[in-house]
């Protein structure tokens, strides 16, 4: 148990669904976020939060919408997604959005497939 | 910005052997350094970590990293790899402000 949970393991959706992912952590961290991680490429941030306000946005396409009704709790909303979609997404957490030195917790991550 | 550079994408290597995996960055400014391993059907967990001080840092596995300012590098080795071992490996950076930088990371394969 990391620490991190994510939920689904697993996601294959078409391109006109819509579905949520969730991420839950009660490790009394204040800052939550949201990684793609494709083949071949590396890791890329998508969202940030902290203290349950978003601090980062790195020019993500809208059909990603997060949400982050309180500390424990993220969910990354989707909807008309694009094979290209299709990746591994990573949650973690800190302590802190800054200055947090001790590193991140990750969850184990939800593989999406779009078809 | 910060960036990360992981020269090898794979690295095979025989049980027992050493090994090395590279990590280069670019700053402006100082930074912190991480190494992170992904077991298969994993998310990624912290292997150790340069803040400050000496400039090698260990971790409870056998791995070991030596921060190198004037190289911009902070490559990761261990002296005898086992199956175990066998995982992704992501080097990452912050000036400690900003969110962390991954590197495309080095997939280490270990042959019995």
């Known amino acids: 148990e990391t620490g991190v949970t994510q939920t689904p393991r697993h996601l294959v959706m078409g391109m006109t669904n819509k579905k949520s992912l969730k991420c839950e952590q009660h490790?009394?961290?204040?800052?939550m976020y949201w990684y793609k991680q494709s083949a071949k490429k590396p890791l890329e941030l998508m969202f940030v939060?902290?203290?349950?306000?978003?601090?980062e946005n790195n020019s993500v396409p809208s059909r990603f919408s997060p949400e982050c009704p309180n500390s424990s709790h993220l969910f990354l909303h989707l909807h008309t997604l694009q094979p290209e979609d299709s990746a591994l997404y990573l949650c973690?957490?800190?302590?802190?959005?800054?200055?947090?030195?001790?590193?991140?917790?990750f969850g184990s991550g939800t593989r999406l497939t779009v078809v | 910005a910060q960036s990360v550079t992981q020269l090898d994408s794979q690295v095979p290597v025989f049980e027992e052997a050493p090994v090395e995996l590279r990590c280069n960055y670019s700053s402006s400014v100082s930074v912190y350094l991480f190494w992170y391993v992904q077991y298969p059907n994993q998310g990624l967990q912290l292997l150790l970590k340069y803040l400050s001080g000496s400039t090698l840092v260990e971790s409870i596995n056998g791995f070991e990293a030596e921060f190198n300012k004037s190289q911009t590098s902070f490559h990761l080795r261990k002296p005898s790899v086992h199956i175990s071992d066998t995982a992704e490996y992501f080097c990452?950076?912050?000036?400690?402000?900003?969110?962390?930088?991954f590197g495309k990371g080095t997939r280490l394969s270990v042959i019995a």
């Open positions: 939060y902290s203290l349950e306000e978003r601090v």
């Open positions: 490790l009394g961290h204040n800052a």
């Open positions: 973690a957490s800190s302590r802190y959005s800054t200055g947090d030195f001790y590193g991140y917790t």
């Open positions: 990452a950076v912050t000036p400690g402000n900003t969110p962390l930088v």
